[in-house]
């Protein structure tokens, strides 16, 4: 797959074989490999056994990493390789390592050549491409960050056998986002692919991830840097970004976004936008089956969600922005999302995951 950029286009390959990362080294003599601990300590005695520790950064991934500090141990370490503006350097992760790697990458010697291999769903169905790299600032969510796509992404599918079921989840809650917004086919093939997906069946892995690349690049081609359509991949996020900060990210990411998505789609459906034979039919469908999470009410709250989403970067007057699906899968970007709406459609959303099991008491 090739995806088209202003900045450098650049190709995301589908390496089945297991020697595929000891060939990626190779073909770039002063690399610099950046692994998450947790990847590292499933894979550094198999399929990343080519990495050379002198030459690697081993990093923890927690959301609270995602920090400038992060960002100068990797300059720390790397300002000391003998390589300096010809280094490549080489992540291995999910999102957050994916961000941390990315920004030092991008500003290091005003950027380097910098190759990806995701290892979460997340990562490989959505984050690889697009080229953005984020870090929070104290309590505010992916606020620094710069546009600068990878050189190559290597998606390699077997990884996400070892995934948490937690983090599974949370990609597929971006998965599913993605074939919503794809359309009526897309979603229609989501559904008939959701439960091989879940039982983590390699061909239906493989099949999910692909489609949502295509669906995600049509996007990120036509509006690169994000000013138009690309705000329509933020369906879900204007609740979900509210949700995870709410809980300091005990909630994933992707879990959040879904959470977003049925919040957005009652908030449609009141306006009389949303048809409620669809929004069922989501719900039910493509939804519930990618929740995971349990919520606790609290969590939920009205006061602290709504207060998390008047700091939405993306809010531009007094009321609240939300992407919102209508019938026909259109989308929309308003920017006047009244809180006592936010707040019905957060207890009607209460009230759907409790009865789906979703919340705890
Ligand atoms: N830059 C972008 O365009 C973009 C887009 C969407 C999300 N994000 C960011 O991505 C982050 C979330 O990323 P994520 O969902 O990939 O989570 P993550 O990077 O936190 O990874 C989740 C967990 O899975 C572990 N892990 C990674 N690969 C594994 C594997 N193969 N087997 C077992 N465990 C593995 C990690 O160590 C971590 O504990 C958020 O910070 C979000 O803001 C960035």
């Not at 081993?58 to 500090?69: A, C, G, Y």
């Not at 920004?103 to 950027?111: E, H």
């Not at 984050?127 to 606020?143: A, D, E, H, Q, R």
């Not at 933020?234 to 979900?240: D, I």
Request: with cysteine.
């Amino acid at each position: 797959m090739e995806i088209t950029s202003s900045l450098r286009n650049y190709s995301v390959d589908f390496p089945q074989s297991p020697d595929f990362f000891s060939r990626l080294l190779s073909r770039f003599p002063n690399h610099f490999t950046i692994i998450d601990e947790n990847v590292w300590r499933l894979y550094g005695g198999t399929l990343l056994s080519a990495v050379d520790l002198e030459r690697a950064a081993v990093l923890p991934v927690e959301e609270e990493r995602k920090s400038l500090e992060s960002v100068l141990l990797l300059y720390d370490r790397l300002v000391r390789q003998t390589a300096k503006r010809n280094i490549t350097v080489i992540s291995v992760g999910g999102g957050i390592l994916q961000d941390i790697s990315g920004f030092a990458a991008s500003t290091i010697y005003r950027g380097v050549n910098w190759v990806y291999v995701p290892t979460t769903l997340l990562a490989q169905a959505d984050s690889c491409i697009g080229g953005k790299t984020s870090l929070n600032y104290g309590p505010y969510k992916n606020l620094i960050g710069t546009f600068y796509p990878p050189a190559e992404v290597l998606v390699h599918t077997a990884f996400l056998q070892t995934l948490q079921d937690l983090d599974f989840y949370s990609g597929l809650g971006e998965v599913v986002k993605l074939a919503i917004i794809g359309g009526d086919e897309a979603t229609g093939e989501m559904v008939r692919l959701l439960p091989r997906m879940l039982e983590r069946q390699e061909r239906a892995l493989h099949q999910g991830v692909h489609r949502s690349l295509l669906i995600k690049s049509r996007y990120i081609t036509e509006d690169e840097f994000d000013s138009g359509i690309r705000n329509f991949l933020n369906y879900g996020h204007c609740f979900g970004h509210a949700l995870e900060s709410t809980t300091e990210f005990a909630v994933p990411h992707g879990q959040a976004i879904v959470i977003g998505m049925l919040l957005a789609n009652i908030v449609g459906r009141r306006r009389n936008l949303l048809s409620s034979d669809l929004f069922d039919f989501l719900t039910q469908k493509l939804i519930l089956p990618s929740i995971k999470v349990r919520l606790r009410p609290e969590q939920m709250a009205v006061g602290p969600v709504v207060g998390a989403m008047k700091q939405d970067k993306k809010r531009t007057g007094k009321d609240l922005p939300l992407v919102m699906l209508m019938d026909a899968f259109k989308m929309a970007k308003v920017d006047d999302l009244k809180e006592s709406e936010a707040a019905e459609a957060l207890a009607e959303g209460m009230d759907i995951l409790g009865s789906a099991g979703g919340v705890t008491t």
